[in-house]
């Protein structure tokens, strides 16, 4: 079981201490790499809250970005 914090995006490394392959001394640690996936079919809810959102916002989904 894991509990994704909220705000946390596509690309997110999440630890669970212990959980991993067992080793010599008990077991490591697992990573988990999110992937958010949105609905595939039509959301009226959500396009109009897309819709009111993206105008005038200056964030930028690219800035931590690697070049």
């Known amino acids: 079981m894991l509990t994704v914090p909220k705000g946390s995006n596509t ?14 001394g008990g077991h490591g640690d697992e990573l988990v790499k999110l ?8 959301n009226p809810e959500l396009e109009a809250f897309l819709s009111n959102w993206a105008p ?7 800035r931590d970005m690697q070049p």
């Open 35 to 42: 992937k958010v996936m949105l609905p595939s079919g039509p």
């Open 11 to 24: 690309g997110a490394v999440l630890r669970l201490k212990g959980k991993g392959v067992p080793r010599r």
């Open 56 to 62: 005038g916002k200056s964030y930028d989904p690219r």
